[in-house]
T-cell receptor, first 112, second 115 residues
Framework: AQSVTQPDIHITVSEGASLELRCNYS??????LFWYVQSPGQGLQLLLK??????LVQGIKGFEAEFKRSQSSFNLRKPSVHWSDAAEYFC??????????FGTGTRLQVFP | DAGVIQSPRHEVTEMGQEVTLRCKPI?????LFWYRQTMMRGLELLIY????????DSGMPEDRFSAKMPNASFSTLKIQPSEPRDSAVYFC?????????????FGDGTRLSIL
């Protein structure tokens, strides 16, 4: 069965610092992987997606993620965090069904 | 292009009342998903439709919940009778083709409070 684990419930970083949010998945074949961001009072917005090919994918707002099959991971990174990046981040995995399986989310707090 | 549109944005009602949440998917998308988000349970998939047909309703909590998609541009999620434990944010999302290699696009949600 598909599953997604986001081990960090809450992360705090200083503005300008680098960021890495962890995501581990369980899936028997090559998964389709997504990162979404949710700002307060809003829906989930797609940051980036991985289907195949280059394992380093670029997304919106300066985010990138790297697919590592050997580690079953799809970690999200940003070299320099801005205060506006404070939000909740969700990793999701899909496969040969219509459903996406979402992780429990990581709340990012950014200090000035 | 307009995104997924949900209405109302907020709903406050008393226990026992019927609640209807509405969703207009992105034009051209043929899959529609209803989710519920709470602090305790996170984001849960309730039901999804492909080409207006319900495909999987295994996430629907109980018979008090029902969903319809009468046409490609409209869906409703109904709770009757409502209970305080139904209080949550309900999201609608849509995607193209229904295969999970296509990203889902979310509406801004309906924040439901049952008193």
């Amino acid at each position: 069965a598909q599953s997604v684990t986001q081990p960090d419930i809450h992360i705090t970083v200083s503005e300008g610092a680098s960021l890495e949010l962890r995501c581990n998945y369980s899936y028997g074949a090559t998964p389709y992987l997504f990162w979404y961001v949710q700002s307060p009072g809003q829906g989930l917005q797609l940051l980036l997606k991985y289907f195949s090919g280059d394992t380093l994918v670029q997304g919106i707002k300066g985010f990138e993620a790297e697919f590592k099959r050997s580690q079953s991971s799809f970690n999200l990174r940003k070299p320099s965090v801005h205060w506006s990046d404070a939000a909740e981040y969700f990793c999701a995995v899909g496969g040969n069904t219509d459903k996406l399986i979402f992780g429990t989310g990581t709340r990012l707090q950014v200090f000035p | 292009d307009a995104g997924v549109i949900q209405s109302p944005r907020h709903e406050v009602t008393e226990m026992g009342q019927e609640v209807t949440l509405r969703c207009k998917p992105i034009s051209g998308h043929n899959s529609l998903f209803w989710y519920r988000q709470t602090m305790m349970r996170g984001l849960e998939l309730l039901i999804y439709f492909n080409n207006n047909v319900p495909i999987d309703d295994s996430g629907m909590p109980e018979d008090r919940f029902s969903a319809k998609m009468p046409n490609a541009s409209f869906s409703t999620l109904k709770i009757q009778p409502s209970e305080p434990r139904d209080s949550a944010v309900y999201f609608c999302a849509s995607s193209f083709t229904g295969y999970s290699n296509q990203p889902q696009h979310f509406g801004d949600g309906t924040r439901l409070s049952i008193l």
